[in-house]
């Protein structure tokens, strides 16, 4: 089982969208049983809220099932227990590596690394395009499943 952990600053827009979409494609593609997905934050500023009403209209829109939930911290010790660490930008990944202190068995990365066009997602909170980010990450996750 592939166990995948995606992280954005505040766990209530990018990574539960990027969360939910991947739960949705495995389930479509009836493989459930390979994952365990969730999403984390790196900050505590959004620790115990809800996923943002933007990415609730987005992820309603594409017709992806999602559920409430709280946002949560990402932990030292969850380095452990999950298999990819994939951050929405660059500085979600050099504050995993702050939090972890190092990414020894090169766990942690971009989730657009993943494409022929590696780079940062945009974060809706600030430019308040829940569209673009969907893109995305949509692309991000079909070329995170095929290397899978």
């Not at 389930?27 to 997905?37: D, L, P, T």
């Not at 959004?46 to 946002?71: M, Q, S, V």
Request: charge should be neutral; hydrophobic fraction near 35%.
């Amino acid at each position: 089982m592939k166990k995948i952990m995606f992280v954005c600053h505040g766990n209530i827009c990018r990574s539960p969208m990027a969360e939910y979409l991947l739960k949705y494609m495995v389930g479509r593609a009836g493989r459930e049983s390979e994952f365990a997905i969730a999403s984390a934050a790196t900050s505590s500023e959004e620790i115990g809220n809800d996923i943002h009403p933007g990415t609730k209209r987005k992820l309603t829109h594409e017709g992806i099932p999602f559920e409430r939930r709280e946002a949560v911290q990402l932990r030292r010790d969850d380095y452990d227990d999950w298999d990819f660490f994939i951050g929405m930008d660059s500085m979600n990944v050099r504050n995993m590596l702050r939090i972890f202190g190092s990414d020894k068995q090169n766990k942690v990365r971009r989730l657009l690394d993943f494409t022929d066009s590696p780079g940062d997602i945009a974060d809706p909170w600030y430019t308040g395009n829940f569209d673009a980010t969907y893109d995305g990450i949509k692309r991000g996750c079909i070329a995170l499943l095929k290397s899978l």
